[in-house]
């Protein structure tokens, strides 16, 4: 995609130095408003309100909505009152309380002061709800049918409210305000008479959510349930919107995101990596690695403790590192294995046990594998190929128990910490590789200190 | 979800019990598929094929779509031919195919005995392509028009084939099988007038992929594009299948997960956390485990080449895992959010000299803080609270000027690392922390020792 996109970035700006605005407009009018914005954020932004201007409305406020927020905002400044109008009409509700969302106060008055009162009300009922909840990513832009109708005035009423509507394919059976069934365009398209009522072949078994159940959640439903939409009710029960599949698909996107940045000891941002400057990046590093260097003390005062063995038999601490790396290694596996785990709902509390007991063999079977492979290497390796004599083997069976200790003790912190996390509210996702590590670190040092004792120094 | 569940699984296992058919059957039409098969994986094996008996025929075929293949298999080995005709033929296409290729070769004789021709077909056709392309997961149900019908025509079409299509809403027009253009059903509903052609309301900005584009690319042109769907074409250009959304979260979830495990130093694998033996999650762990542990040999040398001088300072020793730890930590934070913005193709190796620079400016601000802290930390922790004498302010010097130099050379090995490897053609996410930690382990030792060596042993 980015090959063509270069491609048609040189053509379109050829074709706009040399002012053959008419070329330029039948271009663009045969690109996706996703592609036009793409190639729309690579121009110098001068010239990005010129090119707007030529595509139809419709296209234009498609495109819109595909800008990152810097660019809508150089547009909307450049925009008149009327032009403003014209964008902000085309928008979805929810598309239109993402944009008040982003933008600063001045832009967010002359975009409310453009949209009709409908919804101005709608865009302020969609930002009442925290940032996260279906409330906040729902649009309120649904088709509603009653149980009384007939399939034939049920399409009649799609054919003559759907242009305005998200989407046309779930509609929603209400009574009242209250949510009783739904059924799809496919239900009403198929259905054998235009004379049935809609309470007739409508789906009662409803899935819904409420305005407040976590947008992370709302993916996880959507794509477990295989719906194009999902409707969200109050705490009355009442219908106040609904979630499509596309809302969903970005949120997954940015959950998965959020997951990976806090399993890498970073705090979450919404800015993408492009768009963060280095002062950002460095506000959202520096806290975990300040905590993670200072817990690095215990590490520094279990050698301290046993400086005068190390003084002793220097090559001991040779090994340090590929014990605390293997140990490391060992205990993300199972910590990201199994994060990834609850966080798709295949996991609960109660499996802990189970987990457990799983790591243990897997460890066990690791743990073998790993010191046999280490023994040959220190042997064959660090004494006869490097001659290093200092490394005996009892040296070599030190360091092979060590890590066979240290893989079994890093997998069962790593399997259980998460789901302990989970289970006392925290985010499982920041037990992750750096926090784990921490503590496998001092643990695999203490176990290291206390073999060697035992058989070297006994 | 779970505690929801378990409630209901404990009513189905006492209404089992009892032998109350009726009530159970009543009970579980209420419910989803994807529910119904949650709770059958938790019944005992020899009791769900009671159950599913009990299911009307099309929520049977959904229900058994939603199960997990050990499930599924037992299920088709308890069928009469009959009963395992009669799910076989409420199978959409693309179902059908998964569960040929998960099922054992005696199973998939009998499920392709049962599939009437044109079907046994269709799965063949998709079983030819290589796993995990496009071609692959699409599905031949497609919903396709011509150009010179009216919408009146497209419509009775739909009604009269739309049953066995895996999606009616988006409609493809093909002429002599090349796909010329595509329009939902809200255009034929919305169409002013039930006269107008196709070709006239059809929209021809075709978005395809080939039967050999990746499943992952699939995934994410369909989120790009807020598609329902997405059509398949051959190379000469005809329209063989589709893809749809709800095929496309779950390529999503799976290319995560995947990218999740590679980064966390495991052989990716299709199996779920709880489905996967002791056994199979040691194949997958081991390998990087040795990998790793092997390549830790260089760190091994280098400390054993300045053995003498850590003899000399053996409070050198104690701030060694601190430092790893800390570029490790700092280089795999830039690592994974480079790799994470390259499969979002946020990124391109165009970017490279910029990403390094913003590394840079990034590293010098972590750096001063870090070593700041570090400074800081060891004058009032390590000497004067733990009364450490050997801790001099030299040796403080040396720690933080080796780290602000580990954390620099750790986020420009963690931003670069990930996108050569891209541009060379391997995996970016094997490019992560156990990788990066290694690599940056070895570099911050040599800065260590060449920083004391200078200013200790000057």
Redesign the interface.
């Known amino acids: 995609?980015?090959e063509h996109n270069v491609t048609v970035e040189s053509t379109l700006k050829a074709l706009l130095n040399d002012k053959k605005y008419s070329t330029l407009k039948d271009i663009l009018i045969?690109?996706?408003p996703?592609d036009i914005a793409a190639v729309f954020e690579e121009l110098d932004e001068d010239r990005t309100p010129l090119l707007f201007r030529l595509l139809p409305k419709e296209l234009a406020a498609d495109t819109f909505v595909e800008m990152e927020p810097e660019l809508q905002e150089l547009l909307i400044k450049g925009f008149s009152d009327s032009e403003l109008r014209e964008v902000v009409q085309e928008l979805y509700v929810d598309d239109a309380a993402d944009l008040v969302e982003e933008m600063p106060a001045n832009v967010v008055r002359r975009i409310l002061a453009q949209a009709d009162p409908q919804m101005r009300k709608e865009i302020n009922e969609i930002l009442r709800y925290p940032e996260n909840s279906a409330g906040s990513i729902m649009t309120t832009e649904y088709v509603d049918l009653r149980k009384d109708m007939t399939v034939g005035e049920a399409?009649t009423r799609?054919?003559r409210t759907?242009?305005d509507k998200e989407t046309?394919?779930t509609c929603y059976v209400t009574e009242a305000r209250t949510l009783v069934g739904f059924l799809s365009?496919?239900d009403l398209?198929?259905a054998p008479d235009d004379e049935d009522k809609i309470s007739e072949i409508m789906d009662t078994?409803i899935?819904s959510v409420n305005t407040m159940t976590d947008q992370e959640e709302v993916a996880q439903?959507?794509?477990?349930?295989?719906f194009?939409a999902l409707p969200v009710v109050d705490n009355e029960n009442r219908l106040v919107g609904i979630i499509t599949?596309?809302d969903?698909?970005?949120v997954?996107?940015e959950e998965?995101?959020e997951d990976?940045?806090k399993?890498?000891?970073?705090l979450p941002s919404d800015k993408?990596?492009?768009r963060s400057s280095?002062?950002e990046?460095?506000k959202h590093?520096?806290p975990?690695?300040?905590l993670?260097?200072?817990s690095?003390?215990f590490?520094?005062?279990i050698?301290?403790r046993f400086?005068d063995a190390?003084?002793a038999q220097?090559?001991l601490?040779?090994?340090?590192?590929?014990l605390?790396?293997?140990g490391?290694?060992?205990g993300?596996?199972s910590?990201?294995?199994?994060i990834?785990?609850l966080s798709?709902?295949?996991?609960?509390f109660s499996?802990l046990v189970g987990?457990i007991w799983?790591e243990i063999?897997?460890a066990v079977?690791?743990g073998i594998?790993?010191s046999a492979?280490?023994f040959a290497?220190i042997m064959i390796?660090?004494r006869l190929l490097?001659g290093?004599t200092e490394v005996t083997v009892f040296v070599a069976l030190v360091v092979c128990l060590t890590?066979a200790l240290t893989?079994l003790v890093a997998k069962i912190i790593g399997c259980s910490l998460p789901m302990l996390a989970k289970k006392i509210g925290f985010d499982p996702a920041v037990m992750a590789?750096?926090f784990i590590?921490?503590i496998v670190?001092a643990l695999s040092?203490l176990v290291y200190f206390a073999i060697a004792s035992a058989v070297l120094f006994a």
């Open positions: 995609m980015a045969t690109m996706n996703s399409i799609i054919r759907g242009i046309i394919y365009v496919k398209l198929l078994k899935i439903m959507l794509s477990k349930y295989n194009l599949f596309d969903a698909m970005d997954m996107e998965v995101t990976i940045e399993m890498a000891a970073i993408t990596y492009l280095p002062w990046l460095f590093r520096i975990w690695l300040l993670l260097m200072v690095a003390t590490t520094g005062m050698i301290t400086e190390l003084a220097v090559v601490t040779s090994f340090i590192p590929m605390m790396d293997t490391g290694n060992s993300s596996q910590s990201v294995t199994v990834r785990a798709l709902d295949e996991l609960e499996d987990v799983k063999r897997t079977l690791c594998v790993l492979a280490c290497k390796v660090d490097l290093n890590m893989v590789s750096p590590t921490t670190d040092l």
